[in-house]
Structures are given as structure tokens and as C-alpha cells.
């Protein structure tokens, strides 16, 4: 019997309800239908241990001024595969910090999605595991099928688990979870890689692990993906890191459904009200710019506290409302000739007057996309692909092509940068003549191309990656990561490597002498630099304009007619 076949045994196992199934249309394609519209999707992270309390949630999300998907965030215990904990936890009244969806009863959870997820409101669950098996055992047997994470970005923050156990649990949860499409679901899996530790790691890195991730999740039989990206401190830094995570996944993931998603700032958050919000705008923002089709947001309350469902609603639709004034705009811009600016992305006053910008002059390439192939030859066409220069030209989902159509439908000149790296790696630059190319895309290649020569089975070469310093996770103390990389944050917010340890990316990018490895004066100073650069802001515009407007979506009452004898949770005496 081979893996698969042990896989679909146990998830059919695990599934007794098949008429509990997400629709065949899935999380995925739900995205792709906002995307069409012109709609950028927004997600709260919200989890709650109380069943009413969760419905209650998912229902005021469903309901906000948004295109929104829902979420179920759990709890620390399940997270870490303690159950017996999660189980006291529920016996004893105790508060979880998550819902316990591998501890409260199967028909409970069912009650609390029952007449609220569907085709029209997907829900994901999030998780943050190591070794997440347990989890996609449970989400599976409640007919759900959409789920988050991977075997690098939930192992090295997160826990002290062998990278190379985590590996071998999220291939078992990969396949469980793919095997979900026989019973008519398209399972979607989306990688954490983006995010690793949340800020100051560059945004190469990050996009490398997030696309590693997730070619791991299709050589393990996942069809919809998607890939995530942290906000940083530099709009334009991550405009460009975002535009090369899509280019990077439409060329390796040519046969599967994806899209990204951009996680607004999980640094030091403002602790003004005022600055949150601000930088939740800039988020939505950057999301429309670089063509990121999901946002997941963050409130004003997240530095001080668990916020409230009521504070999670008026983040969604305050994301949702700057994401449609971009696009507004963009398209008046475009319509009357004009051009885009970061004008108001970061007050000027704000920066390092010393700053300059270095801006680096580039030249023309262009590339082809794959053709659609066999899986099994993928991996070997990955390297290649990494390898090679190539034509460029952009396919619509009609099939014309388009030689001027650049993500999020921004015209581009074909402009962009040619640069030879090590190994003869080739690669290609940015070419939307709005978005400059500092070397976050060779540095992104560099280290894919690494990782993918190591042995094709990108499990084993991720293990093989860390333990040579392929890739190196900056700040990062799990045993199984190098260490050596150190990052500096530039007055304008850009992130930059101090040190690269192992990793095959020197020289790539040009951004001149590396600046010296923080002390812990620096660190501090830089973990909270866009906390202290958007409560300025926010000041700043209450001392010109008064104190903005209150925001006018109360709390939420409980709007769900669910009795806590329909969750099981009440028993006759």
C-alpha cells in the first residue's frame, strides 16, 4: 500500500460525514472569484474556546461592509498536540487562548459552522504546528478542508521540534489534507513562510521559504495554494518583494491554483489608535499595488490586548474601504495619464534626512513562463528554470496574450534588470517601471536554486538547507538553524543584511558596504521603529486635522439564535 493510499484510507476514516463537505468550490476559488471582481479579500485572526462565542464571530465576519473569509484560530494546547491539557482546560472552566477544535465534541463544531460556511463564507483553520497532523485529522472529519502554515515557517519560530520530524509530519498532513479531493473538496493550504519571525527578516528570504513551502506542498498533492508575505517597514521594499513572490510562484507553480496573501505588519504594532489604523490602510494599499488578493488584518487594539470581535469587524472594513479608495484611485490615474506615487505612504519628516535613495538604474529582460507539465518532471524544471534566462510574455485567463499586462493588471514597459550570480545563476528583474529593482529578486532565486539542488524531494532539501546554512533564519534560536545571519533596518525602513552566514546570495544585491551587526540598543530600536513612525503619524494628522473621525461600526451584538443545548453543551438533569 503506497502513502497515498494509507492517506486516503485515513482520511475517509477520519471523514464519516462526507454530507458535512466544503462544497467542490473551496477557499481557493472563493479568492479567485473576489480577484475577478476586483475585490481584495480580508480575514481577522479570531478564535475563541467557547462554541457560541466562536459562531457568534464567524457570523459578524460573514456580515461585516467586506468580502471577508472566516477564521478559527486555536488554542495553544491543541497546537502543541496536548490534548489531555486542552481536555482539563474544558472540564475545569478554564480560558483557552484558541478554540480547541480537536476537544470539543465533532457535532458541537458542526453546530457552530452549521448554516454559516459555505461556498460563499469559507473558513480557515489556523493553527501554528509543528506537527499539525492531529489538526487536519480533526478538520477533515468536520468537512472542513482549508488550513495553514508548513514544515519550516510553524517549526523554527514556534516550537524546539526537529526540523526534520516537522518535515516528515506536515508531508503525512500534506497528503491527508490532498486526499480530501476525493470526496469532491478542493483542500487549500496556504504557507506561513512569508512571515518568519514576523519582522526583520529581509524579504528574500521570505519570499524563498514561501515559495519552498509551497512546491512542497504540491509535490505532496495540494492544487491550491497560497503564498504568504509579511508587511515590513519600507512600502516600496515590500511592493517589490510582493511583485516577486507573484512572479516566482506563476513560474514554479504553473499547475495549480494560488494566489497570495499579505499579513498587515506583525511587528511592535502602533498603540495609538490612530498609527494602527494607519498602518492597516498602508496594508490594504500595498495589497492592491503589488497584487496580493488576500489581507489578513490586524486592529487597534493589538498593541494592548486580544481584541474584541466588534474591533476585529471595523478592521476588516477598514482595510476593505482603503483597498477600494487604491483601487479607485489607480484607476483614475490611469484613466487620465497619470502616475503613481507613494506620496502619503510614509511622512518624509519621519525619515533619516540624511537618507538617500541610491536609485539603481535597470535594464531590460524578459522571460516565458513554463509549460504545463507532468508533476514528476517539475522539480527537475524548477532548477532549470533557476538556472536560465528566458522570454517573458503574459498569458490572460482567456488565453491572449499580453505583452504590457503586469501584476494586478499594472502596465509594465518590460524594463527590468539582467545580472549573472554565482553558479551562473541567471536571473531576472523587476519589470513594472514603477517598482525598482534593489536585488531581492536574484537574492529570492539564488536561494531557491540552492535549496532545489540539494535532492529532489524538497523535504529532504529544506532539512539538507538548514543544517549547510542555505538558508538561515536571522534571530532565530531553534537548534536546527545556523544563527549567523544578522539583518539592519536602513532610516527609510528598508531591511538589509548585516551578516549571510552560508547562505549563496553575496554580492546579488547592490546595496554597497553592509551595514554593522545591531547591538541590543539597535535591536530594540529597530523592532519598534514602525510602532514609533506611525503613532508620529497619526499625532501628526490630529494636530492638523483633530482627532479622526470615531469609527462608526459598534460591537456587534450576539446575532447568532444558536442555544447552547443545540452545541451540546448543555445537557437535560
Known amino acids: 500500500m503506497t502513502a497515498s493510499d494509507r492517506a486516503a484510507g485515513e482520511a475517509l476514516a477520519a471523514r464519516p460525514d462526507t454530507t458535512a463537505a466544503v462544497p467542490s468550490s473551496g477557499f481557493g476559488a ?20 467557547d462554541p457560541l462565542r466562536m459562531r457568534d464571530g464567524l457570523i459578524a465576519t460573514r456580515d461585516a461592509d467586506a468580502v471577508t473569509v472566516g477564521t478559527i484560530t486555536l488554542d495553544s494546547y491543541t497546537r502543541t498536540g496536548d490534548l489531555a491539557a486542552a481536555r482539563r482546560a474544558l472540564d475545569e472552566g478554564v480560558g483557552l487562548n484558541g478554540y480547541p477544535i480537536a476537544t470539543h465534541p465533532a457535532d458541537t463544531t458542526r453546530a457552530v459552522l452549521r448554516g454559516v460556511a459555505d461556498a460563499r463564507f469559507p473558513v480557515q483553520v489556523r493553527h501554528g504546528s509543528a506537527m499539525p497532523e492531529h489538526i487536519v485529522r480533526a478538520l477533515l472529519a468536520l468537512g472542513l478542508d482549508a488550513t495553514e502554515g508548513g514544515p519550516v515557517s510553524y517549526c523554527l519560530p514556534y516550537s ?33 513562510g512569508g512571515c518568519l519571525m514576523g519582522q526583520l527578516c529581509p524579504p528574500s528570504l521570505l519570499i524563498a521559504v514561501s515559495v519552498l513551502e509551497a512546491l512542497f506542498f504540491r509535490q505532496h498533492g495540494l492544487r491550491s495554494l497560497s503564498l504568504s508575505y509579511a508587511q515590513q517597514a519600507d512600502p516600496r521594499q515590500d511592493e517589490e518583494a510582493l511583485t516577486v513572490l507573484g512572479r516566482l510562484a506563476g513560474e514554479l507553480l504553473p499547475d495549480v491554483d494560488h494566489h497570495l496573501v499579505l499579513y498587515a505588519y506583525m511587528g511592535v504594532f502602533p498603540r495609538s489608535p490612530g498609527g494602527a489604523r494607519l498602518l492597516l490602510e498602508d496594508a490594504a494599499r500595498l495589497a492592491v499595488r503589488a497584487g496580493a488578493d488576500r489581507l489578513i488584518v490586524k486592529t487597534t487594539a493589538e498593541a494592548h490586548r486580544i481584541p474584541t470581535v466588534g474591533e476585529n469587524i471595523r478592521a476588516l472594513e477598514t482595510a476593505a474601504a482603503a483597498a477600494a479608495d487604491e483601487r479607485a484611485g489607480r484607476r483614475r490615474a490611469e ?20 537618507f538617500q535613495d541610491p536609485g539603481l538604474q535597470h535594464t531590460g529582460l524578459q522571460h516565458t513562463d513554463l509549460p504545463h507539465t507532468h508533476p514528476q518532471h517539475t522539480h527537475l524544471q524548477h532548477r532549470h528554470l533557476l538556472h536560465t534566462g528566458f ?50 529578486e536574484a537574492e529570492a532565486r539564488a536561494l531557491i536554486g540552492a535549496v532545489l539542488e540539494l535532492d529532489a524531494d524538497i523535504g529532504r532539501a529544506l532539512v539538507r538547507a538548514f543544517a549547510a546554512g542555505y538558508l538561515d533564519v536571522p534571530y532565530c534560536l531553534h537548534p536546527d538553524n545556523a544563527g549567523r545571519a544578522r539583518t539592519s533596518l536602513a532610516p527609510d525602513g528598508r531591511l538589509l543584511w548585516s551578516s549571510i552566514g552560508s547562505m549563496p546570495i553575496a554580492g546579488l544585491a547592490d546595496d554597497g558596504p553592509r551595514p554593522p551587526i545591531l547591538g541590543s540598543a539597535g535591536l530594540i530600536s529597530a523592532l519598534s521603529q514602525v510602532q514609533r513612525t506611525y503613532d508620529a503619524r497619526a499625532e501628526t494628522q490630529c494636530a492638523v486635522g483633530g482627532a479622526p473621525d470615531t469609527p462608526r461600526t459598534s460591537v456587534p451584538p450576539r446575532t447568532t439564535p444558536t442555544h447552547r443545548r443545540e452545541l451540546g453543551l448543555q445537557h437535560d438533569h
Open 160 to 192: 524546539r521540534t526537529p526540523l526534520r520530524e516537522a518535515v516528515a509530519n506536515w508531508q503525512r498532513s500534506c497528503e491527508l489534507l490532498a486526499s480530501a479531493a476525493e470526496f469532491g473538496a478542493e483542500p487549500h493550504l496556504e504557507t506561513f
Open 30 to 49: 472563493f479568492v479567485a472569484r473576489a480577484r475577478a471582481a476586483g475585490t481584495l479579500v480580508v480575514q481577522p485572526r479570531m478564535g475563541m474556546a
Open 335 to 354: 484613466a487620465s495619464g497619470g502616475h503613481l506615487s507613494y506620496a502619503g505612504l510614509q511622512d518624509p519628516g519621519l525619515q533619516d534626512p540624511g
Open 391 to 440: 522570454q517573458h510574455t503574459d498569458t490572460g485567463p482567456d488565453g491572449i496574450r499580453s505583452a504590457d499586462a503586469g501584476p494586478a493588471g499594472i502596465r509594465h514597459t518590460g524594463i527590468g534588470q539582467t545580472g549573472i550570480g554565482p553558479a551562473g545563476i541567471r536571473h531576472t528583474g523587476i519589470q513594472r517601471a514603477d517598482v525598482q529593482d534593489t536585488g531581492i
